[in-house]
T-cell receptor, first 113, second 111 residues
């Protein structure tokens, strides 16, 4: 298995909703990442998990809450989002160090209404 | 700090002609460099990577890139463009903890 699987592919949520994005990989990668990508922009790093521990938080607002239940799963919990949070959310994984590149999922297209 | 600069925000070529997407990097040590492609409304796919082995790197779909330390460049090329190559391309460098993306180059292929 050489894929990163993200669910759902599309999500529409209201500003008072709570939802979660899910990411799964079975490549034995020990680092996992959340990126946010706005239209016509490069991906922006949000969080890095290394060996299931949060190692980098790029000053992301607390309405985004990551979770890594085990080495194969990564969640992003969403609460009280704003319309400007609408974006493509990408999950990626890599070996412990990213020097050989990431494998990206196909993303979740999030719309906040 | 590691960084990359993609010199063109848009490139337009005719089908069957060569493709050149330019990237310069800044790194305090021997970098790991990558090119990723993103088709509309899709995730990112790794085209190729340089990790200090051969300086000419061959990737998928006929793409290749040459690492030139003296010019701090890692340009992406393809001899003959295909319509399916129309996409956005990102030059990326690893800083050891995460990947750092360039601003992207949108490639348009005209029939």
């Amino acid at each position: 298995d050489t894929e990163v699987t993200q669910t759902p592919k599309h999500l529409v949520m209201g500003m008072t909703n709570k939802k979660s994005l899910k990411c799964e990989q079975h490549m034995g990668h020990r680092a996992m990442y959340w990126y946010k990508q706005k239209a016509k922009k490069p991906p922006e790093l949000m969080f890095v998990y290394s060996y299931e521990k949060l190692s980098i938080n790029e000053s992301v607002p607390s309405r985004f809450s990551p979770e890594c239940p085990n080495s194969s799963l990564l969640n992003l919990h969403l609460h009280a989002l704003q319309p400007e949070d609408s974006a493509l959310y990408l999950c990626a994984s890599s070996q412990a160090k990213p020097n050989y590149g990431y494998t990206f999922g196909s993303g979740t297209r999030l719309t906040v209404v | 700090a590691q960084s990359v600069t993609q010199l063109d925000s848009h490139v337009s070529v005719s089908e069957g002609t060569p493709v050149l997407l330019r990237c310069n990097y800044s790194s305090s040590y021997s970098p790991s460099l990558f090119w990723y492609v993103q088709h509309p409304n899709k995730g990112l796919q790794l085209l190729l990577k340089y990790t200090s082995a051969a300086t000419l790197v061959k990737g998928i779909n006929g793409f290749e890139a040459e690492f030139k330390k003296s010019e701090t460049s890692f340009h992406l090329t393809k001899p003959s463009a295909h319509m399916s190559d129309a996409a956005e391309y990102f030059c990326v460098v690893s800083d050891g903890n995460k990947l750092v993306f360039g601003a992207g180059t949108i490639l348009r292929v005209k029939s």
